[in-house]
């Protein structure tokens, strides 16, 4: 059974320049969220996927979007990249419980990204 | 607003134990996890607790005061591998997403 998987593993990026992270969620799960990990931080939200469609998004501009698609794979986009998104990105899976939210998140080993 | 608080950095000694505090102010609370992450790797989930009281779980206990907003993460028989950053996290069911609110980490360094 597949854990929660994320590519690439490293990135290295320009400012101004656009990158896209991808996450395939463990098996059975449905549910994707992102977090922004900046060294010597803890994780912040930066929105979460459910059927599709953003459900809830944290305090992140723009820039930042995403997709998930019907087999709930998903990628976190960011355009117009500043030195301060460069970050350890994680990618969290869950499975939505009827009425309760969703469950327990598992992290992938997430992307190091680093803006020049 | 959400805020959890916890101590940046502690030191101890290999055998010992050690306890992680952690405060928090949040709305839609429901449910406080640690996690263990070692420089450069990913989370990875130690304990979680939902109603008042001590989860064991062999050398890591967690205990929670929901009525305080406080909670600690209790290591004992200390090994070198211990030494990483511990994240408490407290879920919030706002928005019905059950996002994972973090603290900033405490920085455990387990000396021999």
């Known amino acids: 059974d597949a854990g929660v998987t994320q590519s690439p593993t490293h990135l290295i990026k320009t400012r101004g320049q656009q990158v896209t992270l991808r996450c395939s969620p463990k098996?059975?799960?449905?549910?994707v969220s992102w977090y922004q990990q900046a060294l010597g931080q803890g994780p912040q939200f930066i929105f979460q996927?459910?059927?599709?469609?953003?459900?809830q998004r944290g305090n992140f501009p723009d820039r930042f979007s995403g997709h998930q698609f019907p087999n709930y794979s998903s990628e976190l986009n960011v355009n117009a990249l500043l030195l301060g998104d460069s970050a350890l990105y994680l990618c969290?899976?869950?499975?939505?419980?009827?009425?309760?939210?969703?469950?327990?998140?598992?992290f992938g080993p997430g992307t190091r990204l680093t803006v020049t | 607003g959400q805020n959890i608080d916890q101590p940046t950095e502690m030191t101890a000694t290999e055998g010992a134990i050690v306890q992680i505090n952690c405060t928090y102010q949040?709305?839609?609370?429901?449910?406080l996890f640690w996690y263990q992450q070692h420089a450069g790797e990913a989370p990875t989930f130690l304990s979680y607790n939902v109603l008042d009281g001590l989860e064991e779980k062999g050398r890591f206990s967690s205990f929670l005061s929901r009525s305080k907003g406080y909670s600690y993460l209790l290591l004992k028989e200390l090994q070198m591998k211990d030494s990483a950053s511990y994240l408490c996290?407290?879920?919030?069911?706002?928005?019905?997403?059950?996002?994972?609110?973090f603290g900033t980490g405490t920085l455990l360094a387990v000396q021999p």
């Open positions: 098996s059975g799960h449905d549910t």
């Open positions: 969290a899976s869950s499975k939505r419980l009827r009425d309760r939210g969703v469950g327990e998140q598992y």
């Open positions: 996927y459910y059927e599709e469609e953003e459900r």
């Open positions: 996290a407290v879920r919030d069911n706002s928005g019905a997403t059950n996002k994972l609110i």
């Open positions: 949040t709305s839609g609370f429901n449910g």
